[in-house]
């Protein structure tokens, strides 16, 4: 009974010992992955710090020659007299003034946490927010043949942070024309309400699949189309577009057109007071 019991005794306190080597190899083990991962969020952090480095310095050294251009464009409207050639160079020059909200788009939205920008809340009427765009992307339209046409029903003052809703509108026009094909149509139906501010974009064009209608606004999960006359598409501009109607407070969507083509919306507190 003495040796059976010592014998038990001598078991137990082996399998004590073995389990403890046990745990001590797993310890071993969980510490390396620990470390791994460690290492691995690290170098994902300065992979994604170094993209937006990028991105920042591209969006940054664009500026200075978007500003020449503007600069050289100014010049020319002032020193040409022919009005054809005038309305050619304010072209060149809505065009420039858009690029550069772009690129100063992109350098807010790229602050210390990736995604850190803060609006600028101005007064602007809705007709001069539309007309701005229209003008400015006028002539991509004309390329294709496609007309646009703007109903308003009161043009109120919208207090909103102008140059990204303008991006917005800019976003929604430019892919309306995009994916409309040559001879097709754009209606602008907007409102200007009490609170809000609500408009649409509708298109002629290829339309959208039903079951990607939430995924087009995301910056992943999605296939980007070329355009319908071949139009380059990178697949940023509805997450541009969420992103900023978001930042004021605002709902963006889409939903198919009755007859044929896209029906793109949004709708923004505009932060009016009754008169
Ligand atoms: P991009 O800036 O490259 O056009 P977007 O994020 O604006 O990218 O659009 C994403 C995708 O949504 C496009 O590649 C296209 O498939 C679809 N899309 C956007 N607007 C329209 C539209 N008006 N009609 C049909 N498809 C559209």
Redesign the pocket.
């Known amino acids: 009974l003495i040796l059976m019991s010592s014998l038990y005794r001598h078991n137990k306190a082996f399998n004590a010992f073995k389990n403890n080597l046990e745990l001590e190899k797993s310890n071993e083990y969980l510490g390396k992955a620990n470390d791994e991962l460690y290492s691995a969020h690290n170098d994902l952090i300065k992979i994604y710090k170094l993209k937006d480095d990028l991105v920042a310095m591209l969006s940054h050294d664009l500026r200075s020659p978007f500003t020449a251009i503007k600069g050289y464009a100014d010049i020319l409207y002032n020193l040409e007299k022919d009005k054809n050639k005038k309305k050619y160079i304010n072209h060149i020059r809505a065009s420039t003034i858009h690029q550069l909200e772009y690129v100063d788009g992109m350098l807010d939205m790229l602050g210390e946490d990736g995604m850190n920008f803060q609006l600028n809340y101005e007064k602007i009427s809705a007709s001069e927010l539309i007309s701005r765009s229209v003008k400015g992307l006028d002539v991509l339209a004309k390329n294709k043949n496609i007309t646009i046409m703007v109903f308003l029903n009161n043009d109120n003052e919208l207090s909103i942070d102008i140059p990204k809703i303008h991006q917005v509108i800019n976003?929604l026009i430019a892919?309306?024309i995009?994916?409309t094909n040559k001879g097709g149509k754009i209606t602008i139906n907007a409102e200007v309400r009490e609170h809000d501010f609500e408009i649409h974009f509708i298109?002629s064009?290829?339309?959208?699949d039903e079951k990607n209608t939430e995924a087009?606004f995301e910056k992943q999960e999605?296939e980007?189309?070329n355009g319908t006359d071949g139009e380059k598409?990178?697949?940023?501009?509805?997450?541009i577009a969420k992103t900023f109607v978001k930042a004021h407070k605002g709902t963006i969507g889409v939903k198919p057109n009755e007859n044929k083509g896209?029906d793109?919306w949004f709708i923004i507190p505009v932060g009016r007071k009754k008169a």
């Not at 064009?205 to 959208?208: A, D, L, P």
């Not at 598409?233 to 997450?239: H, I, N, V």
């Open positions: 976003n892919n309306a995009k994916y298109d064009g290829i339309g959208i087009i999605k980007a189309h598409s990178s697949g940023l501009g509805l997450w896209s793109f």
